[in-house]
């Protein structure tokens, strides 16, 4: 029987929008750089260096104010294109920002949206297709080419100026064919003023810039608002917190000047400065931004508090433990600030894909002007063939069909309290076959909890919680916890108690409403040679049995009137998710380095398949292996500490972290709240993510199969081809379809 003898002996345990600014309207600089590392990028326009953190945030030079508008590039992710932004500063590999524009593109496109109208309104194929006729006043004939000469300028060459960079790299893609597209087609109309017997297409020139600076803009708005969650956690940070001087007073001061141990006073309703632990003062804490918990958690002398989150209705004095980007919630940024630019298989394939359509493109382009060479001899229809042609193949749609999905993934992910570190895992988790929990802190609460009770006589449970309550109403011992707690959850008041005395090794004795009442374990018990009922021995059999602590309730050092079972509580999510999980069909199996007893009991509680018990930590891996062997692909939950080697193993590691501990290393995935469940909405944004992915590609690549072959005229002899404006069109309808589809992720039910 594992009946505890006293209070010191306990349950076995397991260790456990971009600014307007001159320089973004400028043409997007060739060599911004962008690096995880320190790194210094010189600034020609002030001839000094910008330190750029190891997280890709600028340290301001002394005196400047470190706050970044929404949509500085220094803030804003840098995924675009289905490509994440790398440098090579040994090679001096060029580098394109592309974040951080979107307000750049949408004054580009509504000024050259404007500008286009009188091109279109004064060209002479419109003015045939809708029957008027423009009118004509000297140099009426220039407005046309003058006005496609600006859009051109001001509208056209940011496209050449990033085409510049990935000529410069060797690495052709989306930005060279739109700057051949357009310069092809610039060139073309130009001409076609001194050649006879030519029509120029300035009209189409100008569409075509404005659907891709429409195209453009609107993907940089999608990228940048699934992008936000960056954005949405900064503006979690106060600026200033009021610090307690050694006199008592308060001063404010800028957060950036506190330090470790300084004391903050935090008011009903603002923001907690810094992670720390509360010294003085009981309140609520909304923590529903950093855990994704909904209620307001009590907070009292001894609690932690973590950056960010908001107090409610009392006055807390915190002293700080970290500060800067040593808090949970620099943490947490980081974390997303790496997943949204880490890459999945998906994407890597995307990747690919998107330099594969370059030379297809290419090559589709050759065929198509020596066929129609030798059709109908080289004039300008041939031009217009191959201009359509290198529109068609521009793969916006492609390259956003994956980046969109992942930062849309990763935002929702981390509103729900998923910090994702690794995209492949991430992907990987659709196909698990299997989850393994760590019981202690995972699937339990990791702290004991009474989860039974008896008494006799005249005793009712009640009254037993009352005065067991009061009796152990000021120690922290974690059984007095539990047995004040589950009088807490019934409504129960503490008894008042009086001559409170620890009889070590042995127990609690005091004076609660006249009677002597004792409280311990056997060894109590025994001490006192007090005989027990057959009711009080058969709960004790039953609750040792269980691997239950036994602790005994004494009236006048004579009767035993009642008896408390403790035992690590399983948490009430365990169960709730362990069933979602086999509704998906994922085996839940479960390791603890408690004993046989336990692990049985816990597991056939919850209807968990498989069970490994009394497992050393150094030994967790090699059960995760051995599922392995049978041909599983296994998902590792556990707390990121004892649990490394087993998570590392594990083809889903899962890290259980708490408000306080996020940046765990060990893990691919980290759950902010200690709650079972977000396994279960893990696996469903996983598979909702990838079929998204899924859909983009197949949408953006099927658009490329049956529009290029269209484009190149291969339905010429029955009458229809397509112009470059008309190309370009489809081209943006397939973006904002993929644009569309990914976004639609935002509302996928992640419910378990």
């Not at 700057?179 to 130009?190: G, K, Q």
């Not at 589950?486 to 129960?492: H, L, N, Y």
């Not at 904002?736 to 992640?750: C, E, H, K, S, T």
């Amino acid at each position: 029987m594992n009946d505890h003898p006293n209070h010191d002996d306990s349950p076995d345990r397991e260790d456990r929008d971009s600014d307007d600014s001159p320089a973004s309207e400028g043409q997007p600089e060739a060599n911004s750089h962008h690096d995880h590392g320190a790194s210094n990028a010189h600034d020609p326009s002030t001839g000094e260096h910008a330190h750029q953190s190891e997280h890709g945030h600028t340290r301001h030079t002394e005196g400047e104010h470190a706050h970044h508008p929404p949509g500085d590039p220094t803030r804003e992710g840098r995924v675009h294109g289905g490509s994440v932004e790398e440098h090579d500063h040994d090679g001096h590999r060029a580098h394109t920002d592309h974040s951080g524009h979107e307000q750049m593109f949408r004054r580009r496109f509504w000024v050259s949206l404007v500008l286009s109208i009188p091109v279109i309104f004064f060209s002479e194929f419109i003015q045939s297709v809708f029957g008027y006729t423009a009118p004509t006043f000297p140099g009426s004939v220039w407005i046309t080419p003058a006005l496609s000469i600006v859009i051109f300028a001001y509208g056209g060459v940011p496209f050449l100026s990033m085409a510049r960079t990935e000529l410069e790299n060797r690495e052709p893609g989306m930005m060279m064919l739109i700057s051949l597209a357009i310069t092809v087609a610039f060139v073309y109309s130009i001409a076609s003023l001194f050649l006879e017997g030519t029509t120029p297409f300035f009209w189409e020139l100008v569409t075509l810039i404005d659907i891709m600076l429409l195209g453009h803009w609107m993907e940089m708005r999608s990228v940048r608002q699934a992008s936000g969650a960056l954005d949405e956690l900064a503006k979690l940070m106060p600026d200033t917190a009021e610090r307690i001087t050694d006199d008592g007073d308060t001063e404010e001061i800028p957060v950036s000047e506190l330090s470790e141990d300084d004391v903050v006073l935090v008011r009903p309703g603002a923001s907690v400065p810094a992670d720390g632990e509360v010294v003085e003062g009981e309140s609520s804490v909304d923590e529903s931004m950093i855990t994704g918990e909904s209620r307001p958690v009590d907070k009292g002398p001894g609690s932690e508090v973590v950056a960010g989150t908001v107090n409610q209705d009392g006055s807390l004095r915190v002293r700080v433990t970290k500060t800067g980007d040593e808090t949970a919630l620099a943490g947490i940024m980081r974390l997303v600030d790496e997943a949204q630019q880490s890459k999945s298989r998906t994407q890597l394939l995307a990747d690919r894909a998107a330099g594969w359509l370059f030379y297809i493109a290419l090559a589709v382009a050759g065929i198509t002007a020596v066929a129609w060479v030798i059709a109908v001899g080289f004039n300008i229809s041939v031009l217009e063939r191959v201009v359509t042609v290198l529109v068609i193949a521009c793969p916006h749609a492609l390259g956003l069909a994956v980046p969109l999905v992942v930062a849309i993934n990763t935002s929702t992910a981390a509103q729900n309290g998923m910090l994702i570190r690794d995209r492949i895992a991430m992907e990987e988790a659709r196909n698990l076959d299997t989850v393994m929990f760590d019981k202690t802190g995972t699937l339990t609460k990791g702290e004991q909890g009474v989860v039974g009770v008896v008494t006799t006589g005249d005793w009712d449970e009640d009254r037993a919680f009352e005065v067991a309550a009061g009796v152990e109403g000021d120690s922290e011992h974690m059984i007095a916890r539990a047995i004040r707690t589950a009088a807490e959850e019934r409504g129960v008041q503490c008894a008042g108690v009086s001559d409170f005395e620890n009889l070590r090794g042995l127990g609690v004795r005091a004076v609660a409403d006249g009677d002597t009442v004792h409280l311990g374990g056997p060894n109590l018990i025994e001490k006192l040679g007090i005989e027990r009922s057959d009711e009080i021995v058969s709960f004790a059999n039953e609750a040792g049995s269980n691997a239950q602590t036994v602790i005994y309730l004494i009236r006048d050092e004579s009767e035993v009137v009642a008896a408390f079972a403790l035992a690590d509580v399983i948490r009430e999510e365990s169960r709730q998710a362990i069933d979602a999980l086999h509704a998906m069909g994922i085996e839940v199996a479960m390791l603890t380095g408690d004993s046989e007893d336990v692990a049985r009991t816990v597991a056939e509680e919850l209807g968990i398949d498989q069970y490994f018990a009394e497992v050393l930590p150094e030994e967790k891996d090699t059960k995760v292996g051995q599922l392995q062997t049978e041909g599983k692909l296994v998902a590792m939950v556990g707390d990121g500490v004892n649990d490394a080697p087993a998570l590392t193993r594990a083809d889903v590691g899962i890290a259980i972290g708490s408000g306080t501990d996020v940046a765990i290393e060990s893990g691919d995935i980290i759950l902010v709240d200690n709650n079972p469940l977000d396994v279960v909405r893990l696996v469903r944004l996983s598979k909702a993510s990838y079929r998204k992915m899924q859909e983009n590609l197949v949408w953006a690549t099927g658009y490329n199969v049956f529009a290029l072959p269209l484009a190149a005229g291969v339905l010429a002899p029955v009458g229809i081809l397509l112009s470059p404006a008309v190309g370009a069109v489809f081209m943006s309808l397939s973006t904002i379809i993929v644009a569309i589809n990914a976004r639609r992720l935002r509302g996928v039910d992640l419910s378990a």
